[in-house]
């Protein structure tokens, strides 16, 4: 992927690049555009652009140094016996779980994405926030990180994929409607690695990418403009978590 227009480009180099955008226009017309149609891309909105690409276990890593994730997957396997609205027949992987977890507020170590640039904009600015910083758009290249994953399997026999691999998961449960509404998938990267470190860490393996991770930063002050164009676009709270108990709150923002 080669970016032709003349936005402010920095950071190019191993695999990653920032774009610094202005305004909603700039952002939808480079969504829309040929380059960014023609790769499997998979997206990300973050509230703040200094946020790295991790997940909330391994932001809880941080703290408690002892944090086991294993641990923590068998108690909530524990705690879901008997709860309506789980079907474990249907959970069979660790990673069926996780995601799962995620759905009912689990720390679990996914992060999770969308296939739509636009969702993975509501995202980014649905909430309020410092008025000086700037969003995060994320867009990563799912074929590129697929190909990776084989080179590195390939070159590292006998390693665990869970310490080699930025995995996606697609959950087979099927209790959860906002997943579903949000076109949304997980990806589970090793253990204390954010997803940038992990690019920048295993460039070298594909030759003929040049970019795999791309980073959309926005102003937050343009907030109430993506807002309003996204819900033109049915892009709402109401559309993406289909919830009786959001209906109210819909209704009395508007």
């Not at 079907?87 to 799962?100: F, G, I, K, L, Q």
């Not at 819900?231 to 559309?239: A, D, E, Y």
Request: glycine share 6%.
């Amino acid at each position: 992927m080669i970016l032709t227009r003349d936005y402010l480009i920095r950071n190019l180099s191993e695999g990653v690049i920032t774009a610094d955008l202005s305004s909603w226009e700039e952002f939808s017309k480079m969504v829309t555009g040929r380059v960014l149609n023609t790769g499997n891309y998979i997206w990300r909105g973050q509230r703040s652009a200094d946020w790295l690409l991790e997940s909330t276990f391994d932001r809880m890593l941080k703290k408690f140094d002892n944090n086991d994730s294993l641990r923590n997957l068998k108690s909530f396997k524990i705690g879901t016996k008997g709860r309506a609205g789980l079907n474990p027949e249907n959970t069979e992987s660790d990673d069926d779980w996780w995601a799962t977890g995620l759905h009912y507020g689990q720390v679990t170590p996914l992060l999770e994405w969308t296939i739509s640039p636009f969702i993975a904009a509501y995202f980014a600015f649905c909430k309020d926030g410092n008025q000086q910083e700037r969003r995060a758009i994320y867009a990563f290249a799912q074929s590129v990180a697929l190909v990776i994953n084989k080179e590195l399997k390939i070159k590292n026999l006998g390693t665990s994929e869970d310490d080699l691999f930025v995995k996606y998961v697609n959950p087979s449960f099927d209790d959860n409607s906002s997943l579903a509404k949000q076109s949304g998938l997980f990806t589970k990267a090793p253990t204390g690695v954010d997803i940038e470190r992990w690019v920048r860490g295993n460039f070298s393996v594909v030759s003929k990418a040049k970019v795999i991770l791309l980073k959309l930063t926005l102003p937050s002050a343009e907030r109430t403009t993506f807002l309003k164009a996204l819900n033109r676009m049915n892009i709402n709270k109401l559309t993406l978590f289909p919830s009786c108990r959001e209906a109210p709150k819909f209704s009395n923002r508007m």
